[in-house]
């Protein structure tokens, strides 16, 4: 994150200096060794890091212990300027602090050797001691010299110009005519150079698959917001959050399946309330000439357990050209989901696509089921092939379609784009389709299909053996279904 902070104080060409606090035991850690190599192929020599060599993690002593010369090796090898001092002694830290502000063309580490615990006898450079509470913090307080109050007046920055901004030329969004093949990946590199030009606050990071997620776009036409992350997809992230930091909005892009690398730092972005907007594209199985190691399977399921996330999975190129302005003023951590193939144009050039509600594209009076799905285009054609389609797509989420389907039809499962609600939910609302009475059995599901009639006489000969019927569900699934409607599941 501290990249991120720094690289924002290049773009606002501002003199400030960052400084991040690390510890010994998380030097064990590769995203920061991501970090340092950012830092230090960039030259960021607004850049300090200060570290808390103690030898002593949680469970015993860390891999070097006290061996500063080991971790000065590593970050020398990325380009930093290394400084090896005594962290109780005053006047070696107030030296390793002026160095590092006279430090040119290169980031700084100060490692500072110190005893944890230093100055308390119970806990001093003892193991086992780590968040633990003191027996006697009485004496504690009497050997760090009694109580007292301490006040430190630091040196405030001095007031200087404001930090700069790029330009607006006006915004010109990408528009596709109805029935065109466009790849959603596409319109969304486009949608964003259009944003970069409306708005000068916008930037962009590509974890070095550009070319692929359409990144490029923004890149050339905004190279000097435009940042190469290479394959470091935890640094992708900790550098939109660090950018965010500063006011900027940040759009990080690569595979929706290399996304999975980085869940650690989504996952505290969303608890530190950060506004990044990511963007995973070559989802889904139909990147099969690319193979399973590229298909982002997992995306949606993750990003939607991160608090307060966005989630959004559109289904045309003008639909990803809306949302891609939508997402620029959302808050928290909010990711759309795009697509490697072309797919047809349904939604008009310049419809207006919010963040919550839904689009019903086709329906009749004789609706049976309704289909509700992401990847509405396979959908329409699991709609198409029946007798009487009714082929719905709303965002999940949205309940008074879903109950209007319900009571028109029956409801399936899926979303078109979703906004994570800050309640849990219960199981889909099955709805009349769920259940037998209209003397035809049909049951909601992907494509909805006849319960009974499609299913294999191997599987229908098992149920019977059961003592069941073979359209009826097992007996645990009736149980919780009724457990849903005590708890208001079905209201």
């Known amino acids: 994150m501290g990249w991120g902070v720094a690289m924002a104080g290049r773009l606002e060409r501002m003199p400030y200096r960052v400084w991040v606090l690390c510890g010994d035991s998380e030097l064990a850690e590769g995203s920061i060794w991501e970090a340092a190599e950012h830092a230090g192929g960039e030259g960021l020599a607004n850049l300090t890091a200060i570290v808390d060599v103690n030898r002593l993690g949680q469970r015993g002593p860390t891999r070097h212990g006290w061996d500063t ?261 959302l808050e928290g951590v909010s990711y759309l989901r795009t697509t490697r193939g072309d797919t047809p144009v349904i939604y008009q050039p310049g419809e207006r696509f919010s963040v919550g509600g839904s689009r019903v594209l086709r329906h009749t009076p004789g609706d049976r089921a309704t289909i509700v799905a992401a990847g509405v285009h396979r959908a329409r054609g699991a709609g198409g092939g029946r007798r009487s389609p009714g082929g719905r797509h709303p965002r999940g989420g949205d309940r008074p379609v879903l109950h209007q389907a319900r009571r028109h039809g029956g409801a399936g499962r899926g979303g078109d784009h979703h906004r994570q609600p800050d309640h849990g939910g219960g199981p889909p609302d099955r709805g009349r389709a769920g259940r037998r009475g209209d003397g035809r059995g049909e049951r909601a599901g992907a494509a909805g299909g006849e319960a009974g009639r499609d299913r294999p006489a191997r599987v229908r000969d098992a149920a019977g053996a059961a003592g069941r019927r073979p359209d009826r569900p097992p007996r645990h699934r009736r149980r919780r279904q009724a457990a849903g409607v005590r708890r208001g599941w079905r209201a």
């Open 69 to 329: 010369g080991a971790y000065a090796r590593r970050f020398g090898a990325f380009g930093w300027h290394t400084i090896e001092i005594d962290g109780h002694d005053p006047g070696q830290i107030d030296y390793a602090l002026g160095d590092a502000c006279n430090t040119r063309r290169r980031p700084t580490v100060i490692l500072a050797k110190t005893r944890k615990g230093e100055g308390v006898l119970e806990v001093e450079n003892r193991e086992g001691a780590h968040g633990k509470a003191l027996k006697d913090p009485g004496k504690a307080v009497e050997e760090l010299g009694g109580a007292r109050s301490v006040r430190v007046e630091v040196h405030r920055p001095e007031p200087g110009a404001a930090p700069f901004r790029f330009g607006s030329n006006g915004m010109k969004a990408p528009s596709y005519p109805v029935g065109e093949k466009v790849a959603t990946r596409t319109a969304y590199g486009a949608a964003l150079a259009a944003l970069g030009s409306a708005r000068g606050d916008v930037v962009a990071l590509d974890g070095e698959v550009a070319d692929s997620t359409k990144t490029e776009t923004f890149g050339k036409e905004h190279p000097e917001r435009f940042f190469e992350m290479y394959i470091a997809e935890q640094q992708l992230v900790a550098a939109a959050v660090g950018l965010q930091v500063r006011g900027w909005k940040p759009y990080a892009a690569t595979f929706a399946a290399f996304l999975t690398r980085a869940h650690d730092f989504i996952r505290m972005a969303g608890v530190s309330g950060a506004d990044i907007r990511l963007v995973g594209s070559h989802a889904g199985v139909a990147i099969g000439e690319d193979g399973p190691s590229q298909m982002g399977l997992e995306d949606l399921a993750m990003m939607r357990t991160v608090h307060g996330s966005t989630v959004l999975y559109p289904c045309d190129a003008n639909q990803t050209a809306a949302l891609i302005g939508e997402m620029a003023d």
